[in-house]
């Protein structure tokens, strides 16, 4: 074996004390075109972990039809019939480990809520990206109509104000 070779094994061995992080977010439209499109998506995301000093973290996030997130509801969460936003964070093992979660929406609902709530799509799109990555962090609030008084909720809002201000410069 020459120099170079036991120097590269010998280096392979040793465990890196380096820590590379990132915010990895990785988004599937499964054919939904969205005025947030794919790249508003990752970046609302991206905003959302910035806002709560997230400096590590790995995301998915995948749209989905009513039918879809309707079995998922009712799969996971033992709800019937389409939600807007389910979110799935994992656990770290400590805390230098990333954030981990998947995130899904139903574009179709949000614009059913956002027609409801007299907000354009993409607004809507957005609260229900920064929703789901506060879930993701373990946030959550009350299923009531309290849930708007929530911790959370003013979080949120806080976030969906500040990327909606930027758009709008």
Same mark, same amino acid.
């Given at each position: 074996m020459n120099r170079k070779t036991a120097s590269l094994l010998s280096s392979a061995r040793r465990p890196s004390t380096r820590t590379v992080k990132a915010l990895i977010v990785s988004v599937s439209t499964n054919g939904f075109r969205t005025s947030l499109g794919r790249a508003g998506i990752a970046d609302a995301a991206r905003a959302a972990l910035r806002a709560e000093r &997230?400096?590590?973290? %790995? %995301?998915?996030i995948t749209l989905l039809d009513k039918r879809g997130i309707a079995k998922m509801n009712r799969e996971h969460i033992g709800h019937a019939g389409? +939600?807007? #936003?389910?979110?799935?964070?994992? =656990?770290? =093992? +400590? *805390?230098?480990? *990333?954030v981990i979660g998947d995130i899904y929406i139903a *574009?179709? &609902?949000?614009?059913?809520?956002?027609? =409801?709530?007299? &907000?354009?799509?993409h607004d809507e799109l957005t609260r %229900? #990206? &920064?929703?789901?990555?506060l879930h993701v962090l373990g946030y959550d609030h009350p299923e009531s109509d309290a849930r708007t008084q929530s911790e959370m909720w003013k979080r949120q809002e806080r976030i969906v104000g500040? %990327?909606?201000i930027r758009?709008?410069?």
């Open positions: &997230v400096t590590n973290a %790995l %995301l998915s389409p +939600t807007d #936003v389910i979110s799935f964070g994992f =656990a770290r =093992a +400590t *805390p230098a480990d *990333p *574009p179709d &609902v949000a614009r059913d809520n956002a027609k =409801a709530g007299g &907000v354009s799509t %229900l #990206v &920064v929703h789901g990555v500040r %990327l909606t758009r709008s410069r």
